[in-house]
Structure formats: C-alpha cells, structure tokens
C-alpha cells in the first residue's frame, strides 16, 4: 500500500516583512486535514512556537521556519531515501514568497527582502531535495505572495519543476488574498474545500482538483470583495495530470488513465515503472482483477531480479534483460491507447504479442466523464448559484509529455444567429437559422505554445507551407500562439492528423457557434452580459483598445457600428488587461471549453458568407472556390464585449495574422 507524507509550513510574523494574519492557521488547518481526515503516515509541521520535529536519528530538528531551521530540515531529513517510488509526498506553503532572477522563492521568517537569493529559498531547491525521499509523487501546494497593495515584482507559478506537481495560489500577474470573514486565505479556504468534497464531483485527481480551485478561489474572492485571484496548476510531465490525489474517494474512471500508463512501462521492458503503477491503482482498487494480473504478469517477469527492487532505475532495456523479457523497440504512447478493456486482452495474448499485433495502429483514448462547474450571471453581471453538469471528454497525446483535450459535444439542433433584440447585433450578418451539428469534439482550449512546439518537434516536415516555430507576440508555455494566418493554422492541423493518424481539423462556423453556446441563447454562454471575471477583453470603451506592431489601433466604432460604453447591456465596466492570458484563466461553459469568448479570435473553416442563411445546415463549412476570405469568431482581449457575443462574426483573408497577437485557433476531432 501506498503511503502519504506532508510538510506543512505557515508563517505570520516575519523580522523584514510586513506580517499576516492566517498563513500559520492555514498550515495548521492543512496539517490537521493531512492527518486526522486523510490519514497521513507523517506530518511535519513547522511554524512559529510549533513543537520540535521528531527525528529517526539524532537529536529533534527545529520547527521554528528561519533560513537556517528550514535549510537544516531539508538537508537533514531528506538525505537517504525514506519513502518507496509509489509513496506520496505533499509540501504546503503558506507566507511571502517572491519572483527573483528567474526563479521562485518562498520566504523564511528572517528573510531579506534585499537579498532574497541568499537568504529566501528556491522552489526549485525544496523540489529536489524532496525528491530524494524516494517519492516518485511530490505535491506543492504554495499559498505564497499574499499582499494587500501592490506586489514587488513578479509572483510565484513561473517555474516548472519536473516530477512535481504544482499548485500556486494565483496566476503569476495576480496577489494571493487572505479573507478575514473566513480567518483564512482565499487558497487554503478553497483547496481544504475541494479535499474534503466526496461523491462524483470529488477532487480526489489532480485534473479534478485544478478544475475546482479555478473556479472555487475566484468565486470566494467575488464573494468577499477581493479582486481576482485564480490558482494555477503546473504539471511535469503531464500524465501526472491523472494522477491520484487521494485514494479513498477515487472513482473507477480515474484507473483508466493510470492503467495506460502501466500498459505503456510494461510494452516498453520498463517492468519497475510497470510494477509502481500497478501497486498504485491496486491501492486504489484492490480487488480489481486486471490490476492483479497486471502485479502477477510483471512480478514474473522481475523475478530474476535479487530482493525488493523496487525504484531499480535503468534503461528500459537494461531492465528487461534484468527480467529475461524480448527487448522491444519503443512504442508511443499514442499506440497503446486502446480504450476499456485492453488490460484484459493483454491478459489472454500477452504484451509482446499485443504490442506487435497493434504496433501502428491507433486506438481511441479512453473517455471519461468530468464533472464541470457552469458559472452564469444576471443582467447587472451578478454571479447566480454555480450548477455542476458532466461532460465527456478524452486526450489525444502528442509526445510523452504534452496532449490535445477533447470535449465532446452531442449532436444536436440548434438556433445560430442572434435574435431580433439583442444589443448591438449586426442584423446583416446575424439571421437566426436552424443548424443540425452531429457528434463531434472540440479542443477545450486554443491551441498554446507548448502544444503548437510539441508538434513542430514531432512533425517538422511540411506538407502545404512551413510554420514559425513561436508565432505569437506574447510569449508563455500555456498562453495560446495568436499571431497565425488560416494557412498556417490548417497546416498545423494536417501534421496534427499525420501524428494522431485522425481527422483534425479547425471547426466550422457552425460547430464554433454550437461550441460557444453550449445549449444557451444569451448574448454569452455565460447569461445576458459580460464581466471581467468571465473573460479577457475590452471593458473601457470604444470598439478595439491597444497597440499593433508598435500602431495605436484604438478605436470608437469596428465595421461601422460604434461601440461607446465598455459596459454590455445592464452589466458592469470592464478593465483592459493588454494582452492574452494563459488558457483556463476563466470558468468554462456548459461543455468544459475555455475562453469562448475574448482572449484571441478563432479561425474557422469557412469561406466568408456575409449570409448566415445561405450556410449549409447541417454544420458543414460554407465553401466559395473563389474566394480567399475566411471567418473569424469569439472576439479577442481588445475588443469591446459585444464583438465577442457568441454570435458575432468577423473575417479575414487567409494569408493575414490580423492585428499583432490577436489571432488563434482551437481544434476539431472528427470522431
């Protein structure tokens, strides 16, 4: 059985810096959680007057958190091996921390706000020194650059630790709040909520758990008359997306993905990485019998191996040798993901035999039903009651570490265009018409910079043009590329399909819309307006704000329709953040698809037909052999929130970026 540990600091009184009022109660709060409701093997908790930690040799270790207590615990503690592969280890954080040189700091009690390299501590550092416990899982959870006013620089979340997985408590252009009605951090408050949740909306996965906090910390912050503060999750590699949180409140849909993992190790000869995931879902489900035949089939095939190997480290075909396996080639992730019920068939033929059988071969990925909050809001902007609403959805793995998710939306009727009343419709290009969109699955983000590199890398070759290797204007691993023409971004979906060996392709028209308006008929999926808690755009006035290419491109009107107020209908003034933001910033709709409306516009399929009744209807793209005008939808971060309805319609030639990082696309997977 698997065995969980955790770390938990908080610090309220520091000698240089101005103190807080619930970062120690927050890590008193988690250590009891740990502890007494999870059932922890150990908690080491340190903080002001805590009492000393328990040592397995030598004398008690310090708890007070100052530069040298801290560096001293983890040298000390984590110099041998403690923990097995299998084994969990959680670190939680709750202070100052800051951004300096590139790197992440957390903040001891005695830190120096002027010389923080030396005497704040490296997240990067705490990482590596918690990864010689042995644990194969580490969990940080940072509740750190909590202010008031203005922050000193940049925050925390920039950094990327690999084998970890990453919780900051906001993004990093945001502050980390602390709620007094609560006697709590906006954070903390929010992440023991999700632990403790149980049923089908749990947070037992770390994908559920990111999901929640998105939408749980903003939404406290509303509540409580702070400004936005929206967690942020970072995963190396990401696979540990599915990883298991907690164990006891799994549900049988989370084995999945970890079960392809294990079938991955065990084709490839890496029978140790096999046997862990194995004995990790078996600690989930113990009496799951593909589980046990998976154990029994790999135990086999280590038994040459002398002793308790576990964490044996080597090449994937040292380790077979070890076990007297064939050596086989490696095989991509993608050509094992054959869907429910492979371990079974692998039980009856065997792994080799299955690999060679299926080598080249590509198997759907497993669906699984998420659980997806669906924020809504009156016409004064004003949050109603959060509903939950379950979505199917899959992954489609580029490499080993990045993947496209899917939703998939269920075939239906429904009315596209806008109604007579709406506000600030463009009666010319927005007759309501009937369309019948089939079943079909949609990228729930724009394409980003990690995944558009990730192809590049897999696919260089081209086949219609060549592609930028960062077409974007605003750099970041998450934030979308939004500086691409249609035939750059239907190139990139040709690769795209050459590597999933699937149809790929960008949405049409009529697909973007059903996709936009997840079953709703307002002005937005969100309800009648637009606030700048729901989305990425223009709410000072006028029709476009901000700079091109080092141009002034704002403006009062766009297309001829002037665009005063920064405000939609009844709902709030906006702000204007200036550029994009990472994908996942906002809550998603009804299908679990993000930033529908503002961040970047979004290429379609279509040829442009100022017509909306002269496009077929049955959710095919509108196609003109003469014309090299495509469409556009959704709006970007600097238009007005009425350009980014979700039946607004816009275009631009095929060749054309558009104004500088303002252009995007998401993806279709024809299934």
């Known amino acids: 059985m698997s065995e969980n540990w955790a770390i938990c600091i908080g ?15 927050d890590a008193q709060a988690m250590c009891d959680f740990f502890s007494t409701t999870a059932h922890f093997s150990r908690v080491y908790y340190l903080a002001e007057e805590a009492p000393p930690l328990p040592s397995d040799f030598g004398s008690p270790l ?10 001293r615990f983890l040298r000390v503690r984590f110099e041998q091996r403690f923990l097995r592969p299998s084994d969990n280890l959680w670190f939680f954080f709750a202070g100052h921390g800051r951004r300096e040189r590139d790197q992440d700091y957390l903040l001891p009690i005695d830190a120096d706000p002027g010389n923080v390299e030396e005497t704040g501590i490296s997240v990067h550092h705490i990482a590596e020194r918690l990864k010689r416990s042995g644990a194969d899982n580490v969990v940080l959870l940072l509740d750190a650059c909590r202010n008031e006013g203005a922050r000193d620089g940049e925050g925390l979340g920039l950094d990327r630790q690999q084998g970890a997985v990453t ?4 993004s990093p252009s945001e502050f980390s709040y602390e709620i007094a009605e609560l006697r709590h951090g906006a954070f903390t408050y929010g992440l023991l909520e999700g632990l403790r949740m149980e049923g089908q ?16 910390v903003p939404d406290l912050c509303r509540k409580y008359g702070k400004p936005r503060q929206t967690p942020s999750t970072f995963v190396e590699p990401l696979a540990k997306r599915h990883f298991i949180l907690l164990p006891a409140l799994a549900l049988p849909e989370d084995l999945e993905p970890l079960k392809l993992e294990a079938l991955e190790a065990e084709a490839n000869g890496n029978f140790a990485e096999a046997e862990q995931l194995w004995w990790r879902i078996n600690a989930v489900a113990p009496a799951d019998a593909q589980t046990r035949e998976g154990i029994r089939r790999v135990t086999l095939k280590r038994e040459p191996d002398s002793g308790d190997n576990r964490g044996v480290t080597g090449s994937p075909q040292q380790i077979a040798s070890r076990g007297n396996a064939v050596t086989l080639p490696k095989i991509p992730r993608r050509t094992l993901l054959y869907g ?6 692998l039980a009856s033929i065997g792994v080799s035999a299955w690999v060679v059988r299926n080598r080249g071969t590509l198997r759907p990925s497993p669906m699984r039903a998420e659980t997806v909050p669906v924020t809504t809001v009156d016409a004064m902007g004003e949050m109603l009651d959060t509903r939950w609403e379950s979505v199917e959805t899959f992954s489609q793995p580029i490499d080993a570490d990045n993947a496209v998710e899917f939703s998939v939306l269920p075939a239906r009727t429904f009315k596209m265009g806008s109604p007579n009343d709406e506000l600030l419709r463009v009666s010319k290009f927005e007759q309501q018409i009937e369309v019948t969109i089939g079943r079909i699955a949609v990228s729930r983000t724009t394409i980003t910079q990690r995944i558009w590199r990730a192809v590049l890398a897999a696919h260089p070759d081209q086949i219609s043009i060549s592609l930028l290797a960062a077409p974007s204007s605003f750099p970041g691993d998450d934030r979308p590329v939004e500086t691409v023409t249609w035939q750059q971004a239907n190139e990139f979906c040709a690769r795209l399909s050459n590597l999933m060996e699937r149809i790929i392709r960008l949405p049409s028209e009529a697909e973007w819309e059903r996709a936009c308006r997840a079953d709703t008929t307002t002005a937005f999926h969100f309800g009648p307006t637009l606030t700048p808690m729901l989305a990425n755009y223009c709410g000072t006035g006028g029709a476009v704000c901000g700079m091109s ?19 939609y209908a009844k709902g709030p003034p906006g702000t204007f953040y200036g550029s994009t933001k990472p994908v996942r910033s906002y809550p998603p709709n009804r299908f679990g698809l993000f930033e529908m409306h503002g961040n970047v516009w979004e290429h379609c399929l279509d040829n442009w037909n100022p017509d909306l009744g002269s496009i077929p209807r049955d959710g095919s793209p509108f196609v003109d052999p003469k014309s090299s005008v495509r469409v556009l939808r959704g709006g970007s971060f600097s238009h007005n929130p009425a350009i980014c309805r979700s039946a607004y319609r816009d275009w631009m030639k095929e060749t054309l970026t558009g104004w500088e990082g303002r252009v995007g696309f998401r993806v279709v997977c024809v299934i």
């Open 11 to 25: 610090i309220n009184r520091y000698d240089n810096l101005r103190p807080l009022e619930y970062a120690q109660q």
């Open 62 to 71: 310090q708890s007070r958190p100052t530069f040298g207590n801290l560096m």
């Open 167 to 170: 919780v900051c408590s906001c």
């Open 201 to 216: 909306q749990n947070c037992a996965t770390v994908e559920r758990l990111d999901n929640y906090l998105k939408f749980a």
């Open 340 to 345: 429910v019920g492979a371990t079974g068939l």
């Open 549 to 567: 290419f080092g141009e002034n491109v704002s403006r009062p009107d766009y297309a001829d329709v002037a665009y005063p107020d920064g405000a």
